[in-house]
């Protein structure tokens, strides 16, 4: 096709095998796009097109990304709010018949799933090396191991005890996201080995760096993300099956109570320091508790 259709915040270019996505780098732009730059999705990442009505007189063109075959959104699982969704291309109303032309064209261009037998990611993960700074310290990314450095403005007894952190991509067996914008957000790396089932809270894991309440979106983190996850995949013996690269923010059973009472203890403290409103401590309590 070789055609291009610019949106708010960004523009897709329609190839013969694939659609490239540049982010604008705007004001107003989603702070991850602009970290995400460009992206080169291949028609056969693409499960579906649709095209629907959006807010405040635009359309919104979706390319439904087929699952397991972009580490960004098996890193993000199913936590980016709409107007953080790099599928998503919102334009004026006045476009939805150019907008429908190129839906057509990108629905006869897509194959059936039976086609599809990905030995890796579809969709390039972000290039290392990359890294970004978190409420209790510094992650590295240099494509062949993870590293963590604390800082001792933020980081716990725990990891000051446990000392600076690397650790090699072959050791791992995926990446547990959760976003910064919710409650408790860390970005914890998962061990191939590791048979101790539930894993403690993020601020005294050393395989993990927190976001913390407050302290604001870190963008550069999904992409990180998903660049360790695509190394990780890239590593195993033989494809994972769906869920094993990353946990998510699935509950495992039921929590110690001990550590159900430390967090909300936690809570409280920040409530207390404002960091947290009635609200959000009224319905974060009530979680914790429906974990019991």
Known sequence: MGDVLAGFHAAWEF?????????????????????????????????????????????VLHAVPRPGTDPLMDAAAGQLKE???????????????????????????????????????LVPPPEAP??????????SFDGAAVSFRWFWTGASSAKWKAGDKTFPVSDLSGVDWRSPELFEGHLRLLHRETTDGQPGQADQDPAAVVFGLGYGPVHESLPFAASVLAAVRSTSPAPPAAGQLHTGTASAGRRDPADIADRIRHLGELHQAGLVTDAEFSTKKAELLAEL
């Open 130 to 139: 990359l890294q970004f700074k978190a409420y209790d310290g510094k992650a």
């Open 83 to 121: 107007g953080s969704d790099p599928y998503r291309l919102v334009l004026p109303a006045e476009r939805e018949t150019l907008a429908e032309y190129y839906a057509d064209e990108l629905r006869g261009k897509l194959v059936a799933d039976e086609d599809v037998w990905p030995d890796g990611y």
């Open 15 to 59: 190839e013969s095998d694939s659609v490239l996505i540049r982010f604008e780098r705007g004001i107003r732009t989603p702070k991850l796009f602009q970290a995400l730059g460009e992206r080169r999705i291949p028609l056969e990442a693409i499960a579906a097109v649709t095209l629907t009505p959006g807010k405040r007189g635009t359309v």
